[in-house]
């Protein structure tokens, strides 16, 4: 499957901005999804992930309440809708995707694909 995000952008403290990732290929219903972000200097971080029927989401602690990851088995398409937006989640955020894992994974390695990333940017 080949991952396609998009969405970022600039935007101020307190915003709000949606990203979206587009899948092609066939049977997006047997992958799980997940969004990490990446800051410069930085370690790939989990910010949330999607069970393949869309029924089962997880976050880190820094998007709970603020994010919300959905998706669109239809469109193939999975999305990350951020609120209340903070300087400390500027980064390049990738969505990546993986037939296998059980639950929703919260480390990278769990993943198989990843796709290319979109910037985020959260100027105060």
């Known amino acids: 499957v080949q991952l396609q995000a998009s969405g970022g952008g600039l935007v101020q403290v307190g915003g709000s901005l949606g990203l979206s990732c587009a899948a092609s290929?066939?049977?997006?219903?047997?992958?799980?999804m997940g969004w990490f972000r990446q800051a410069p200097g930085k370690e790939r971080e989990f910010v949330a992930g999607?069970?393949?029927?869309?029924?089962?989401?997880e976050y880190a602690d820094s998007a709970k309440g603020r994010f919300t990851i959905a998706r669109d088995n239809a469109k193939n398409t999975v999305y990350l809708q951020m609120h209340s937006l903070r300087p400390e989640d500027t980064a390049v955020y990738y969505c990546?995707?993986?037939?296998?894992?059980?639950?929703?994974?919260?480390?990278?390695?769990?993943?198989?694909?990843w796709g290319q990333g979109t910037q985020v940017t959260v100027s105060s």
């Open positions: 999607i069970s393949r029927g869309g029924g089962s989401t």
């Open positions: 990546l995707a993986d037939r296998f894992l059980r639950g929703t994974g919260s480390s990278p390695y769990e993943y198989e694909y």
């Open positions: 290929g066939r049977n997006f219903r047997d992958y799980v």
